[in-house]
């Protein structure tokens, strides 16, 4: 056995994967939405387990309050203000260098998706919002794309894998179980939540990129492990033939580009972001020097600039998004956000 392969030993001996799925993952690219709890998890995983190539996405930088459940992030990051999709993308790139690994630090919207999904075999859901699930949905229908669906709140969880053509899509389930974290929460979460979710969607991954689609669950299943409660429900009989994600005249609603976001108010964060307000990348250099001469704390890296203003903190990417923290109330973000840029 040759020394790269080594690495995989334990994963072949594995009957149902053995070297012919190896080599098969070896030829995957997955993209992960969210590089959070799950994200990280998730990307960690599929990285040890030899996939060619990771696209991550997020939004957000590592934040103190990341670190008792999302793997990869250490102190320094957060010190450093790191882009998640950066920092994630470093350590995973120590963890097995012959998995090429792309981040990204943007807002998963509907163009940039549709960008990147030409040779992309797997949709894994790292998300903490229902507005990107609802268009990973409809991404993995119109590109014929098995998806990942996960989710967790406090002690709480639920998966589901959707293989377009074959299972009702999350649009389906969504209208008939009582699913909670939909909205912006703050009980909290417990780690081993995340890794319950985790489990199950990393071994669905693996199933899907070693070619054992016969294997893929096909029950939605949440838990509470709090509660000790476990639900495994056969989901098949939910699929919607008027469904306008998986059905027979599908729209696709969530690619339509009216469906963006351009305000959001980030779940358990205390954070709203703006974006696209301006025409092009925002100036700023020219912002930053307006900012110092005001007298302002400024900071940053390469991917971002903090500013501090009576109190509050302001983090502007390169891509024209503001994080305004410390308030959840949009109009009072946006009046911040305009005594920052004008
Ligand atoms: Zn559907």
């Given at each position: 056995m040759d020394f790269q392969m080594e690495r995989y030993s334990r994963q072949m001996l594995f009957k149902p994967i053995g070297p012919e799925g190896q080599k098969e993952i070896g030829k995957k690219h997955a993209l992960i939405v969210g590089v959070g709890a799950l994200g990280t998890h998730t990307s960690e995983l599929l990285a040890r387990a030899g996939v060619r190539k990771l696209t991550l996405i997020d939004r957000d930088y590592v934040d103190?309050?990341?670190?008792?459940?999302?793997?990869?992030?250490t102190e320094k990051d957060v010190k450093g203000q790191w882009p998640k999709a950066e920092a994630a993308k470093e350590r995973l790139k120590s963890i097995n260098s012959q998995v090429e690994v792309e981040g990204i630090v943007a807002q998963a919207d509907a163009v940039l998706l549709e960008g990147l999904i030409?040779?992309?075999d797997l949709l894994v859901d790292g998300t903490d919002n229902f507005e990107t699930r609802f268009l990973m949905n409809d991404l993995a229908q119109k590109y014929k794309i098995p998806y990942v669906f996960g989710s967790c709140v406090g002690s709480f969880g639920m998966t589901f894998t959707i293989v377009p053509g074959q299972t009702p899509c999350l649009q389906c389930l969504i209208k008939k179980l009582p699913m909670q974290g939909q909205t912006c929460d703050t009980v909290g979460i417990i780690a081993p939540a995340v890794q319950m979710v985790t489990a199950h969607q990393g071994a669905e991954a693996l199933k899907i990129l070693s070619g054992n689609?016969?294997?893929?669950?096909k029950t939605y299943v949440s838990f509470d492990l709090w509660e000790n409660e476990y639900l495994s429900l056969k989901a098949g009989a939910l699929k919607e033939s008027g469904c306008l994600s998986c059905g027979e005249s599908p729209e696709y609603p969530f690619l339509q580009s009216d469906q963006e976001m351009k305000v959001a108010v980030l779940c358990g964060r205390d954070t709203v972001q703006i974006r696209h307000?301006?025409?092009?990348?925002?100036p700023l250099k020219q912002l930053v020097d307006q900012w110092r001469s005001a007298g302002l704390a400024v900071g940053g890296n390469p991917f971002l600039i903090s500013v501090e203003k009576d109190g509050t903190k302001a983090v502007f990417f390169k891509d024209g998004r503001a994080l305004i923290h410390g308030t959840r109330d949009v109009n009072e973000a946006r009046k911040i956000y305009h005594s920052l840029v004008g």
């Open positions: 103190m309050s990341n670190l008792q459940r999302q793997h990869l992030f030409e040779d992309v689609m016969d294997a893929v669950r307000a301006y025409n092009g990348d925002l």
